[in-house]
């Protein structure tokens, strides 16, 4: 166990419906990065937090929104699903500058 | 912007033969490297990072990775190749390190042989 959590852990929904995945730090860390991983575009950067605000954007499509909370968690919401949004979400915290990156397990997306 | 290319999407070796995996990255700026490991279904769980200082880098489970500056590389490596070291491999960079992204390269898929 990372102390990453991330819920749930496997998700299928049909095109066009939306979509959240949760992500919850290890104790303490103020960061939250999302990634994306597919086969075909492999990992990809969507969005960072810091202590609840935006601090950085990746490649993250408009349909796609994420937020972090007064206690830390993180949620990713997918809306407006396609057969191409199909893949792995990650999550990954830290407590900041000079400070390694523990990710979760992930939550497997299956659009169908 | 800052990139990672990781030459080979599949690597094979066999059983004790030593492991190789190639991690190239370009950076406008002086890099912090990575290589991470996911095994089926799990997450990303860290092998090594280079920041500052040494530049031979000993990670967990007898992996090591040499950062050079002049060649631009950071590969891989392992002497010894253990069923247990089947999974699939991330090189990956960043600027800031602890404070942005990470970029990460395609992967390299190491299959070992019995």
């Known amino acids: 166990d990372s102390g990453v959590t991330q819920t749930p852990k496997h998700l299928i929904t049909a095109t066009g419906q939306r979509v959240t995945l949760r992500c919850s730090p290890r104790s303490g860390d103020l960061s939250v990065y999302w990634y994306q991983q597919s086969l075909d575009q492999g990992l990809q950067f969507l969005i960072q937090?810091?202590?609840?605000?935006?601090?950085a954007k990746g490649n993250i499509l408009e349909r796609f929104s994420a937020q972090q909370f007064p206690d830390l968690h993180s949620e990713l919401n997918l809306s407006s699903l396609e057969l191409g949004d199909s893949a792995l979400y990650f999550c990954a915290s830290n407590k900041g500058q000079n400070y390694g990156y523990t990710f979760g397990s992930g939550t497997r997306l299956t659009v169908v | 912007a800052q990139s990672v290319t990781q030459l080979g999407s599949h690597v094979s070796v066999s059983e004790g033969a030593l492991v190789l995996l190639r991690c190239n990255y370009s950076s406008s700026v002086p890099p912090y490297l990575f290589w991470y490991v996911q095994y089926p279904n799990q997450g990303l769980q860290l092998l090594l990072k280079y920041t500052t200082g040494a530049t031979l880098v000993k990670g967990i489970n007898g992996f090591e990775a040499e950062f050079k500056k002049s060649e631009t590389s950071f590969h891989l490596t392992k002497p010894s190749a253990h069923m247990s070291d089947a999974a699939e491999y991330f090189c990956a960079v960043s600027s800031n390190f602890g404070n942005e992204k990470l970029t990460f390269g395609t992967g390299t898929r190491l299959t070992i042989i019995p």
């Open positions: 937090y810091y202590n609840g605000e935006e601090r």
